[in-house]
């Protein structure tokens, strides 16, 4: 059976038993009438009033009956039982948001992103998709697409900003002043022994929200529900926000952004809420798979080990993922942070989260130019490492093929 979670609201349903929406279409039988618009009520309290009024007049909503027997949902469409045309437009019973057909075919996987204001969490959403879809989808025989009109469109415009105009993205709308939507993708992995059409279809919901929505008690609530919900979190860190590493850089490239909410902050605030949502396992540690990734690792470069595993990609060899090179990441990331914060943020990490992994990103590769600092490096994203905190996620929940390293090299540290 078919989990499906409401990207929107979070709510789980079995997909057999997600309600209809009837399309208000002209039967042409019997003389028939279509459906009229009705105000629905239900996805107007859960958007709020950002909307005009005629938006929340919409066809009825209705749950079609069970076929014989009951074993089995309605299937793709059902008819309206008001006007009798079919319909394939499915709808969260919680917030009455329209899902796409698409994703209510396979099982939801919320991946979380959040960090601070200006982390980078934009950029890294768009640069983590291509590479999905060509480098690491090559690695791993994956495909990855975007899923609903919504989803599809936002993805287009994403990629021609940043590949083609060579643009970064704007700072996104904080949830009090517009409707961030969560995008959604469907991952096609390939399933051992099933042949060359067997895949395992995952959907993958990453909802991109402001940094500032870290800050209100009301926009971090929706954000706790949503984390709540995840099956992995992913916390960007931004390096020039750590003291020691804006002194020993300066402001030679350019100058430092505005100091945000901590990163120790932010963690330990969205494991007081996860607790207090019933997510506190064993000596109070959260249990939801944590990757905590420093971003922007190329202005950091100089301070880095020629030799360092941040340099370069994880090698990804055989389609399979690399559980000792995720290690050398961790522990290279791990010192790194030692030294500039006495280890500050990886002591709260470790008693606040029972299953976490450190990792160094860069999406851009390069800062972007001096006199520029909107534009992407002229030579276009040329990202390290973006897709390792995704990759463990999914390797956390059984969906990827790990290469273990050899006992003898575990050293103490315990394997993911
Ligand atoms: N050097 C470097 N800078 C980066 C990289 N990625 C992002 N940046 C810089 O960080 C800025 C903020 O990036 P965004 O992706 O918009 O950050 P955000 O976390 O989405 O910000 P909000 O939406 O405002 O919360 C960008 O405008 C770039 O200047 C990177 O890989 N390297
Ligand atoms: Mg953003
Ligand atoms: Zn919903
Ligand atoms: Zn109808």
């Excluded at 989808?137 to 936002?154: N, V």
């Excluded at 860190?237 to 030679?252: E, I, K, S, Y």
């Excluded at 360092?308 to 993922?321: E, I, M, V, Y």
């Excluded at 999914?394 to 006992?407: C, D, E, F, I, M």
Aim: with cysteine.
């Amino acid at each position: 059976m078919t989990t499906v979670i409401c990207p929107y609201c979070f709510h789980r349903a079995q997909a057999a038993r997600l309600p209809y929406r009837c399309l208000m279409a002209r039967t042409g039988l019997r003389g028939g009438s279509p459906c009229d618009p009705e105000r629905d009520d239900r996805w107007a309290s859960f958007t709020g009033a950002s909307h005009a009024p005629a938006a929340y007049l919409k066809g009825p909503v209705f749950v079609a009956p069970r076929t014989l027997g009951g074993l089995r949902g309605p299937g793709p469409r059902a008819e309206c039982p008001h006007c009798g045309v079919p319909t394939p437009v499915r709808v969260c019973a919680n917030c009455h948001s329209d899902l796409p057909s698409d994703y209510c075919e396979q099982d939801s996987r919320i991946i979380a992103l959040v960090g601070a204001k200006a982390s980078g969490k934009s950029t890294y959403v768009s640069v983590l998709v291509n590479e999905l879809r060509h480098r690491v989808g090559q690695a791993y025989g994956a495909a990855l697409a975007a899923m609903g009109d919504e989803s599809q469109r936002r993805d287009r415009e994403m990629a021609e900003d940043l590949y083609d105009r060579l643009r970064l993205p704007d700072a996104t709308i904080p949830s009090a002043v517009g409707f961030n939507d969560p995008l959604l993708y469907r991952l096609s992995l390939p399933r051992k022994g099933f042949g060359r059409d067997g895949s395992r279809h995952t959907a993958l919901v990453f909802f991109d929200a402001a940094g500032e929505d870290l800050k209100s008690a009301e926009a971090m609530n929706r954000y706790t529900q949503y984390l709540s919900a995840a099956h992995g979190i992913v916390l960007l860190v931004d390096p020039l926000q750590l003291g020691a590493v804006r002194d020993t850089l300066g402001d030679a490239d350019g100058p430092m952004p505005a100091k945000d909410t901590p990163a120790l902050q932010i963690a330990a605030e969205i494991a007081t809420q996860l607790r207090s949502h019933g997510h506190g396992g064993s000596r109070g540690r959260v249990g939801i798979p944590l990757a905590v990734a420093v971003t922007k690792t190329d202005t950091v470069r100089g301070l880095l080990d020629p030799h360092s595993p941040l340099l370069g990609n994880a090698p990804h060899s055989g389609g399979r993922f690399d559980e000792a090179d995720r290690l050398a990441v961790h522990e290279e990331t791990r010192s790194l942070l030692e030294g500039w914060d006495s280890g500050a943020l990886w002591r709260q990490l470790e008693r606040d989260f029972s299953d976490v992994s450190l990792f160094g990103i860069s999406a851009l590769g390069a800062p972007p130019p001096a006199g520029a600092p909107a534009d992407v490096p002229a030579a276009g994203p040329q990202p390290v490492r973006v897709e390792d905190p995704l990759l463990w996620l999914l390797a956390r929940r059984g969906l990827l093929p790990v290469a273990r390293p050899p006992r003898e090299n575990g050293k103490g540290v315990p394997a993911a």
